[in-house]
């Protein structure tokens, strides 16, 4: 498992982690499914995760949920943490997980790392916390 802190921008299904939902946006259609954004964090930080159809309705905030094979990627230009095709998510426990809700990894700009272009290094962070869902305090 890895922590939500650790993970980088890649084109590859590799993200195994385990995290709790915190808010969730309404349902947009995309193409021909239905996607919702949420926010999620464990105990090293959060990050934007996109549901896809019936994951939109099958989570709440309060749920606690591990990813297998996830991937960390931009989609229409937003940095999300998803199932993606090969993914797979489903709900393990409810309200009680420790988390944090900075540094939000969706919140940082990446840029190909110049020793690897085959990875990305942060480059600074656009903001301390989630701009989509505000602290409520």
Same mark, same amino acid.
């Not at 996830?70 to 999300?80: A, D, P, Q, T, W």
């Given at each position: ?27 947009? =259609?995309?193409?021909? *499914?239905?996607?919702? @954004?949420? !926010?999620? $964090?464990?105990?090293?930080?959060? #990050? +934007? ?21 996830? =991937?960390?990627?931009? *989609?229409?230009?937003? @940095?999300? !943490?998803? $199932?993606?095709?090969?993914?797979? #998510? +489903? ?47």
């Amino acid at each position: 498992m890895v922590s939500l802190k650790d993970i980088v921008p890649a084109a590859q299904n590799n993200i195994d982690t385990k995290f709790i939902l915190l808010d969730k946006g309404s349902k947009t =259609i995309q193409g021909h *499914n239905e996607t919702c @954004l949420a !926010l999620v $964090a464990d105990e090293t930080a959060a #990050v +934007h995760f996109q549901l896809w159809g019936d994951e939109c309705d099958a989570f709440e905030p309060g749920d606690i949920i591990q990813l297998a094979n996830g =991937i960390f990627s931009y *989609n229409r230009n937003s @940095l999300v !943490l998803r $199932a993606g095709k090969r993914g797979k #998510v +489903h709900k393990v426990g409810e309200f009680t997980m420790v988390f944090v809700e900075t540094p939000n990894m969706s919140e940082i700009r990446w840029i190909p790392d110049p020793s690897n272009s085959n990875k990305y290094i942060q480059e600074a962070v656009i903001s301390p916390h989630s701009r989509i869902f505000p602290p409520k305090y």
